[in-house]
């Protein structure tokens, strides 16, 4: 029986799971897991730790390894590696709505985290902040093709004249390619690293991600391999790491391309520090009376919220969601948490404030991951505006991560009916089967999902247990759809 | 597209969204081109990125955008924000028509407009005389022309 391996290297913990199957499974068989603390400092000291437990579990259990895998060193291994959570990407854009939404649409997708953002003209004061705490990579887009010059150029002058290339920041320039030797020049003038990808918004109504997110995704690569032993890991192996944020992306993908009879449906995969919602659905659906507003949304969407997760950021949690301060306790226990991220809540109270925590993490991540419908007049009647993605019929939403891995019978709170008004929705899932990653093996199956992606997808399937009821999200179901405009319509016939 | 061989400031005019409302833009037309003005009239049912297409090509100084339907805050919202991404972040925008529905104040109407980047907003009364003062000062003021 052939096997494969993989392995995460997380900023917590370091996991690893052996897979087998046979010609004609459909899924991988989980042979051996394991998993230890990750040694910070010298990461290939945690690494050998975890192969060393998988090739005693797999010598314990009598694992029937095949003819090509004499020994364990045999076993082709995929891994993945986070990167203290992901490369802090400082996003520069022209007009918020346009190419600054593009920047951050690109840097999320290619598995970053969104550091800061900056509109139109950099001033002294961004760039201090910059030099204060340089972001990883900065990535410089504005002008469609042929457009805006002026902002792109202020903004290479700025950072070229400061420190923050010198002290650690990669430059992505992603803009009006008419500005890209320009660019080029002003940063190769002072030795500092620049890379060109395509302009990502080329025209006001269309994006085009692909170069920048393999720009970012290589240079995610080259800093997490550099750091802290990495480079050793990858001799052994023979191959690059993944950064873990992509490997769920990819295996993501994979599910909605492989098994269209799953439908749309989403992940929100719940960290200590992070909150990562992924999304797949058709972002636009043929309503007639809808018009859609700003750039295109993608298929496959992917959001990190920072300030929202269990543990380091339980406190920015706690302000992100005011009704917390209503539970009594609440704001002692978070303050508890935030000393002591190690903290694993034993009581039934305690356990009862993490659950909370849960909810307004996922709750909060699902509302900004998703757009709103607006109602407008018109002279035709009543019509609505829809800005981001409408995630409605979305009836699959996957928990995972260390926290909703393990939990049972979890609801996503009815936060999200708060932001609600009679004119405003959120597009938000109406009904919904809320199922769990009872494994905690997407991140895992995520390295596997480009070379197995068929046994990566159904292992990953099966490893689902959905929760018994529907849950149902009131006040968002047929907004903005034709049955709805029986009441209201053509209330402006004397204009 | 139609473009007569003046020596005035080029301007571009049409009628945004699906409004067909073809009278007032000829008249528009007209009046603009014997005031002196370059017009490119891009006519009924013009899109923002026809506007700037137009705008880009000629060099105009200002886009003269009417809506006579009553939907003109939805079509027009988000022009400036094009321009400046298509690099004409200093184009004058006057709008004028019937620009929402019902009986809403015009200072009000005024002020949405403007926060959405118009430079002048009109009214169906208003004087196209005073509107082409306006444009022919505020054309000198932004591009000392």
Known sequence: MPHVISIDI????????????????????????????TTVNYLPDGYRQVMASLEELCRRSGEPFSETEASFADIPVYFSS??????????????PALTLKAAKLTALSAGGRIDRVYAYKLTRRDVAALEANPPDIILLAGGTEGGNEVYVRHNGKMLSKSSVLAQRSVLVYAGNSVMAEEIEEMFAAKGFEVHIADNIMPEVDRTDTVKAREIIRSIFLDRIVKGRGLDTVVKEIGHNPNPTPYAVLRLVEAIYLKRPEMGEFMLI?????????????????????????????????RTVEGDLGMRVSALSTFKAAPYLAEIPGMAEFVEKVDRDTSHIGVSETEKSYDLALAGACSGEALRRHAGKLRRVFTAVGEAFVQEGKDLREIRTVIGSGGFLSRLHNFQIPDILKRGNTADNFLLVPERFRYARDKDYIFPLLGNLADNYPLLAVQTALDGLEYSENETVIPGVENIGRSSSRSGASCSCRDV | MSTENVSGPTIVLGVIGSDCHAVGNAILYRVFSEAGFNVVNLGVMVSQDEYIDAAIETNAK?????????????DCEGLRERCIERGIDDILLYVGGNLVIGKVDYAQTEAKFKKMGYDRVFTPESDLNEVIKLLYADIKERFGE
């Open chain 1, 10 to 37: 997380g900023s917590t913990y370091t996991k690893g799971a052996v897979f087998g199957w046979q010609e004609g499974d459909k899924a991988f068989r989980l042979a051996a897991r394991a998993v230890v603390p």
């Open chain 1, 82 to 95: 986070s990167a203290k959570g992901g490369l802090n990407i400082a996003a520069l854009g022209i007009v």
């Open chain 1, 269 to 301: 995969d719940m960290g200590g520090a992070t909150t990562d919602v992924y999304s797949c659905c058709q972002p636009v659906k043929s309503i007639e009376n809808v018009m859609f507003r700003g750039l295109p949304e993608p298929e496959v969407k």
């Open chain 2, 62 to 74: 200002a886009i003269l955008v009417s809506s006579l339907y009553g939907q003109g805050e939805l």
